[in-house]
């Protein structure tokens, strides 16, 4: 698996313990554009909306989609900046899975995904930090002249396979 692209938000994961890990709100996205002094644009407001309430993983083609239908006049180029700019506040984190696509994704914290090979819908999958301390500690690095090198390996974010439920 290559995931040598996908950015890992060691560092940047929000505390907020009211709330699950897995759960956004249009209001937590309005607290950290205030936060991070941004102009609360009825585009800006849109596309927490969008997260929130329709979909959590959403390419940048399908949020600029989702928002023309309500407003045509809205140039790509705005949507693209905005979600630029939610990625750098961490309203959102961005995902490249291992078919190149990328997706803006409401759950910032660090977590993992499944692909449904039905439906093609992303799923966030939460591992045990036990479960993923073993699977750091214990994985080696191969290299081509078929040695394994023990090398400490700090973060990982994983891309499943697998038939979400409404599929099965
Ligand atoms: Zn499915
Ligand atoms: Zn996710």
Redesign the pocket.
């Known amino acids: 698996m290559s995931n040598s692209n996908i950015p890992v938000h060691e560092s940047t994961q929000r505390e907020d313990s009211s709330s699950s890990p897995c759960s956004f709100s249009v209001e937590q996205g309005l607290e950290l554009l205030r936060i991070s002094g941004a102009r609360l644009t009825s585009q800006r407001i849109a596309m927490l909306e969008l997260f929130a309430h329709h979909s959590?993983?959403l390419t940048a083609q399908q949020v600029f989609e989702f928002l023309t239908e309500n407003e045509p006049t809205l140039s790509r180029a705005t949507v693209y900046n905005n979600l630029d700019l939610f990625e750098k506040f961490d309203i959102l984190a961005r995902?490249q899975s291992d078919n190149g696509d990328v997706y803006y994704?409401a759950?910032t914290h660090p977590?993992h995904?499944m692909i449904c090979t039905g439906c093609g819908t992303?799923h966030?999958v939460l591992i045990p930090q036990a479960a993923m301390d073993a699977l750091l500690n214990s994985s080696v690095l191969c290299s081509p002249d078929g040695a394994h090198a023990s090398t400490p390996l700090s973060a990982a974010s994983i891309w499943f396979k697998g038939v979400c439920q409404g599929c099965q």
């Open positions: 959590s993983h995902y994704d759950n977590h995904h992303l966030d």
